[in-house]
């Protein structure tokens, strides 16, 4: 596999004395609040997620509409994104060298341990899926995280060992932020965290349960580039029970020699 360099996001900042077009701000806002939990919504929905009245959502998701970003069915009256914002995302260049180095890795890893494989990486604070690839089975239906699902750092395996390698200052200000408990197994406390993510480092890998979805387990591993920096980090999740705490080594080696030569591979 051929090297490829791995580029710093440019974060645009305000600049002062330049004013913010807020119907360009309230129409991306409309945008956002499409997820994967609720693909599609009503206008009544969208105008409370966004603080908007009814109108102004209404005629913002017309103007969206026309610009090819947006659907609405008539006969339901509800709202969805359209292949347009797809076409938007082929663009981005977040996580696209680091996802194409690993995208044969996530396959066979889906394939030798019959879990869905993910490729996350850190983007401001959260933790960004920019690879999956589903298991061959068990059936599972939840919410699975897509590409450019973006979830609390403090939760799953994954994206606790993003949180557990970034560097400590970065680290600090993830933990500075609200840590939502998805479920009741889910870690919120900066001081406890810390602490797992001191037994992370150490450990090498995370064995998460229940904490982002009950009744799925994941099992994490760090992605560094030659240079040692953090580039990503690579997991599995499955049915909770088909990965014992006490003998994960069957699914732990394949990940970690295949984030080992991911990392190799980012030359």
């Known amino acids: 596999m051929g090297g490829v360099e791995i580029r710093p996001v440019e974060i645009i900042a305000p600049k002062p004395g330049v004013p913010l077009v807020r119907a360009l701000d309230r129409g991306v806002a409309l945008l956002k609040a499409f997820t994967a939990e609720k693909p599609r919504r009503t206008l009544t929905e969208l105008a409370v997620a966004t603080s908007l009245d009814k109108g102004t959502a209404r005629r913002l998701l017309h103007t969206l509409a026309l610009c090819g970003l ?135 890998w995370e064995f998460a349960v229940d904490d982002f979805v009950v009744g799925l387990c994941a099992l994490g591993a760090p992605i560094f580039e030659p240079s040692g920096t953090l580039a990503g980090s690579l997991s599995i999740t499955t049915l909770t029970g088909q990965i014992a705490a006490d003998s994960c080594g069957d699914q732990l080696g394949p990940i970690l020699r295949a984030a080992a030569e991911i990392g190799a591979n980012l030359a």
């Open 70 to 204: 947006v659907a609405h069915d008539e006969r339901t009256g509800l709202y969805a994104l359209t292949i347009g914002v797809l076409e938007l995302g082929a663009a981005v260049e977040t996580g696209r060298d680091l996802h194409e180095v690993a995208a044969p890795y996530l396959a066979e890893i889906a394939a030798k341990t019959r879990a869905t494989a993910f490729l996350w990486v850190h983007h401001e604070g959260s933790a960004l899926c920019v690879g999956r690839v589903r298991a061959p089975g068990p059936s599972v239906e939840v919410a699975w995280s897509t590409i450019g699902t973006r979830i609390p750092l403090n939760c799953g395996a994954g994206p606790r060992t993003l949180l557990a390698f970034l560097p400590a200052e970065e680290r600090e200000a993830a933990l500075s932020r609200p840590l939502t408990a998805r479920t009741p197994a889910s870690q919120t406390e900066p001081d406890q965290l810390r602490s797992e993510t001191a037994r992370i480092r150490v450990q090498g």
